[in-house]
């Protein structure tokens, strides 16, 4: 089983900056067999990928959108993956929630039904 919370959110003027974290309280040692996703959900939309990190940690994936401004990382050590937002746009003002799946690669790790457990999410909001 996996628990995830996230943190991090908040209230962020355009160009600056945030770190989500999302702690898995529940897997124990078994955190590393999970490729981790963060997706969001802006007002009045659906819900959309923002980039992943696989099982083994060696690869990252992302959205165009967020391409060279965020970066995902993970430390499995402490069950925890990490979501770095730079240069932040008000388009990037969404509900950020983390999810995991067990061994998942290739096109599900874009899709949400991919994943099996997800956090409750965590509101981002950039002011212009």
């Known amino acids: 089983q996996v628990q995830l919370v996230e943190s991090g959110g908040g209230l962020v003027q355009a160009g600056g900056s945030l770190r989500l974290s999302c702690a898995d309280h529940a897997s124990g040692r078994t955190f590393s067999n999970y490729a981790m996703g963060w997706f969001r959900q802006p007002p009045g939309k659906e819900r959309e990928f923002v980039a992943a990190?696989?099982?083994?940690?060696?690869?990252?994936y992302y959205a165009d959108s967020v391409k060279g401004r965020f970066t995902i990382s993970r430390d499995n050590a402490k069950n925890t993956v990490y979501l770095q937002m730079n240069s932040l746009k008000p388009e990037d003002t969404a509900v950020y929630y983390c999810?995991?799946?067990?061994?998942?690669?290739?096109?599900?790790?874009?899709?949400?039904?991919?994943?099996?457990?997800w956090g409750q999410g965590t509101q981002v909001t950039v002011s212009s």
């Open positions: 990190i696989s099982w083994s940690g060696g690869n990252t």
């Open positions: 999810a995991a799946g067990f061994r998942i690669r290739d096109v599900r790790l874009f899709q949400g039904d991919g994943y099996a457990y």
